[in-house]
Antibody
C-alpha cells in the first residue's frame, strides 16, 4: 500500500522560505505525477502544483512566482519550496499522488502537516 | 481559473436516507473524448481527503456502490443511496479539465 508522509518545520517566519518534503513508501515515485495541496479555513483546498518523475512541473499561477517543486528518485521523495511567505501561507499542506489514467485523480494523500507563518 | 460551486454547503441526513450534492463549474468539463474531468473527494473529520469518484462517474477502488456520480458539461451530482454514519465529513468536487485544478467549497454532511 502506497503511503505518503509530509515532513518539515511547523513554524516559519514571515518573509522566509517554507520547505516541505513528502516521503513515499510502498511504491516507486517513478512514473507518476505528485502534487502539493494546501487547506485553509478561509480558502478551502488549493492546488499548489505537481511534479512528475521526469522533472516536468506545473504550478498554480497564483503561486508560480514563489513556488518550486522537485523530486528525488533515489530517495523516493519530492519537495515543496515556497519563498517569501506571509501569514496567508499558513495552512495544512498535503502531498498526494496522481492516479495514472483518466483525469489523473489524487488517489493517495499524506496525512497533512500544519505550517504556521508567524514571527 | 474554473470556478467550482457546490450546494448545499450543509447537508443533515437521517441514516438510511438518500443524499445528493450538486457541483457546478464555470466552464465545461467535457472533453472531445466524451469524458468529464470531474472528481469527488470525501474528507472525513481529522483526515485527509480520499478519492471517491473520478471522471464524473467512476467509483474509485474500494468505494461502496451506494456512492454514485453523474452529470456532464457544467452540472454534476454526487448521490449516496443510503447514508451511513461513516459517511459524515466534507465532500469536495474538483475539476481536472485545466490547470490550475480547482475545488468546490465543500459540502458538510452530518447525521441528524
Amino acid at each position: 500500500q502506497v503511503q505518503l508522509q509530509e515532513s518539515g518545520p511547523g513554524l516559519v517566519k514571515p518573509s522566509e522560505t517554507l520547505s516541505l518534503t513528502c516521503t513515499v513508501s510502498g511504491g516507486s515515485i517513478r512514473g507518476y505525477f505528485w502534487s502539493w495541496i494546501r487547506q485553509t479555513p478561509g480558502k478551502g483546498l488549493e492546488w499548489i502544483g505537481f511534479v512528475h518523475s521526469t522533472g516536468n512541473t506545473d504550478y498554480n499561477p497564483s503561486l508560480r512566482s514563489r513556488v518550486s517543486l522537485s523530486l528525488d528518485t533515489s530517495n523516493n521523495h519530492f519537495s515543496l519550496r515556497l519563498i517569501s511567505v506571509t501569514a496567508a501561507d499558513t495552512a495544512v499542506y498535503f502531498c498526494a499522488r496522481h492516479y495514472n489514467s483518466g483525469s489523473f485523480p489524487l488517489d493517495y494523500w499524506g496525512q497533512g502537516t500544519l505550517v504556521t507563518v508567524s514571527s | 481559473d474554473i470556478v467550482m460551486t457546490q450546494s448545499p454547503l450543509s447537508l443533515p441526513v437521517t441514516p438510511g436516507e438518500p443524499a445528493s450534492i450538486s457541483c457546478r463549474s464555470s466552464q465545461s468539463l467535457l472533453r472531445s473524448n466524451g469524458n468529464n474531468y470531474l472528481d469527488w473527494y470525501l474528507q472525513k473529520p481529522g483526515r485527509s481527503p480520499q478519492l471517491l469518484i473520478h471522471l464524473g462517474s467512476n467509483r474509485a477502488s474500494g468505494v461502496p456502490d451506494r456512492f454514485s456520480g453523474s452529470g456532464s458539461g457544467t452540472d454534476f451530482t454526487l448521490k449516496i443511496s443510503r447514508v451511513e454514519a461513516e459517511d459524515v465529513g466534507v465532500y469536495y468536487c474538483m475539476q481536472a479539465q485545466q490547470s490550475p485544478r480547482t475545488f468546490g467549497q465543500g459540502t458538510k454532511l452530518e447525521i441528524k
